[in-house]
């Protein structure tokens, strides 16, 4: 599953592996002759999979994260109803990138013309400041509410937020801009709305290199000293309130979901406006490093560069979490720069994370400003060092990916910037190359029913009516073996 795609399901399955030193070329899993019968039903499988979720499972063009298998119920981060579909992935976006990656590979029509169709509901979602939120209306009255650029200029009140948050807005570019690859910048419509998107993201990045949480106007008239990242001389151990989503955000991964998406418009239209945009905000990653005694980063800072609170169980803190991807992201910007000044912070970051670790070995999301002291909220969303009532709907305590950390930056650290480089090249050469074996295809095609639909059991949170766990359909699953099937088509076509 190449970067892009796996972003796009983070959410709903954690994406893991590493970059490895001097991979080979060789396609894993790829036997040296193909079963042809296996390969016919491969196929086979693969349009009656898209013809299905196309037909079927969309809604206008678009989708949620999962329907019910009798296709009664449809839910993405909210009850969806019938008329509504999700930006956020697992949704709209990220089944859009499958069926293109899924046509790049194998060049069958059908998966281009699935995408062009999930192209033409994105386009209908975009607000008038350029990007998208969470979920797209289709029926009124909700449809009045947002700013829609399709629907004329915008109603008095309607919403326009163009929202990073949970890789919405990047999401639903990284398709589009792939589309408007893969189409050869010809579709006059689909180009424009890329453009105006990419503007809208432009438009909006601070002067440090940081985005908030989203966008509809940045106000230029306020200053934004660029400075580095320091400790406050207090702060307020309840929630103050306030326009958090204003600031600087790498709550849940935001702006590195937006430095890559700027990465990749740089690549696809070789402007070197996105690109710089991209190493600004890089850049901006090593500005928020925290100083010593605590050099990893915060969620949320202020324009002082000073850690703050986002929502009520968001507190300033320094993050086991993002920074996390911090770490990582620092790495990739060196393999595709060759500039080693993005793996300088990452020593004092990691070993800090290393001696911060719970004893279960995992890291807690939040670690008090010097003190260092994990902090957690009950579930009166009261400020504790305890960890015994803690509310579900939040991760207080995080995975520790430390050790595959570690071993990626011991192998890059010494590289010059040439080694570097080509390091990069061949982790994205080994990404593209990656194949699944027979048995596994062979089990993906198990695993469909008569439709074309693969059902699981799950519970659908947001509707009342569907208690327990019932049979599903998951468009995270379809995304996984969309990539799945069409790896092992263009593995096995003659010539590759």
């Known amino acids: 599953m190449n970067r892009w795609l796996s972003r796009a ?8 592996g590493g970059l490895l030193l001097g991979v080979s070329s060789a396609v894993p899993g790829c036997p040296a002759s193909a079963d042809d019968g296996l390969v016919k039903r491969a196929a086979e499988s693969q349009q009656r999979a898209v013809a299905f979720f196309h037909d079927q499972v969309a809604v206008n063009g678009g989708y949620v994260y999962q329907v019910s298998s009798d296709l009664k119920w449809r839910e993405g981060e909210g009850d ?35 995408a062009r169709d999930t192209a033409t509901c994105l386009i209908k979602g975009q607000l008038h400041s350029g990007g998208w939120q969470n979920h797209i209306d289709f029926e009124s009255p ?7 650029r399709v629907d004329g200029p915008p109603r008095k009140k309607a919403r326009n937020w163009s929202s990073f948050d949970d890789n919405q807005t990047q999401a639903a570019l990284r398709f589009l801009m792939t589309l408007d690859q893969t189409l050869k910048f010809q579709d006059k419509r689909l ?9 809208g993201v432009l438009r909006n990045q601070f002067p440090s290199g940081a985005w908030a949480q989203g966008f509809d106007e940045l106000d230029l008239t306020q200053k934004f000293p660029i ?12 929630h103050p309130g306030g326009d958090y989503w204003r600031f600087y955000t790498l709550n849940d991964n935001a702006l590195v979901h937006v430095l890559e998406t700027m990465w990749l418009a740089g690549e696809i239209y070789g402007d070197q406006r996105y690109r710089q945009s991209a190493l600004q905000a890089a850049d901006f990653l090593i500005l928020a490093q925290m100083p010593e005694p605590q050099p990893a980063w915060a969620q949320q800072y202020n324009t002082d560069m000073e850690p703050i609170w986002a929502r009520k169980f968001e507190p300033p803190a320094v993050t086991g ?15 595709w720069t060759g500039d080693t000044k993005y793996l300088k912070p990452i020593e004092a970051a990691l070993a800090y994370l290393e001696r911060s670790q719970l004893p279960s070995g995992r890291m807690a999301r939040f670690y008090e400003l010097k003190t260092n002291r994990p902090l957690y909220f009950n579930r009166q969303y009261e400020l504790t060092y305890d960890d015994n009532d803690l509310p579900t709907h939040y991760g207080f305590i995080t995975p520790s990916k430390l050790k595959r950390l570690r071993v990626r930056y011991e192998q890059l650290k010494t590289l010059t910037s040439q080694q570097l480089l080509e390091v990069g090249q061949r982790q994205r050469q080994r990404e593209a190359l990656q194949s699944p074996s027979d048995d596994k295809i062979q089990t993906i095609i198990a695993a469909m029913d008569d ?8 519970k659908m949170r947001s509707i009342k009516a569907a208690t327990g766990e019932i049979d599903v359909i998951s468009s995270a699953t379809f995304i996984e073996h969309l990539d799945q099937l069409s790896r092992y088509l263009a593995a096995r076509r003659p010539g590759s």
Do not use: C, F
Request: charge should be negative.
């Open 321 to 335: 979490g993002e920074s996390q991807q911090v770490i990582e992201t620092l790495m990739d910007v060196a393999t």
């Open 9 to 16: 399901i983070t959410a709903v399955r954690a994406s893991a």
């Open 142 to 148: 909700l449809r009045e509410k947002m700013a829609y």
């Open 227 to 238: 400075q580095p990242a320091r400790y406050p001389n207090d702060w307020p151990r309840k």
């Open 191 to 199: 180009h424009e709305v890329v453009e105006t998107a990419l503007a």
């Open 80 to 114: 969806a109803g019938e008329t509504t579909v999700w930006v956020q992935p697992p949704g709209t976006p990220a089944v859009g990138l499958a069926y293109i990656e899924a046509y790049r590979r194998t060049g069958d029509q059908y998966l281009l013309d699935a």
């Open 451 to 458: 439709r074309g639909a693969w059902i699981e059991r799950g």
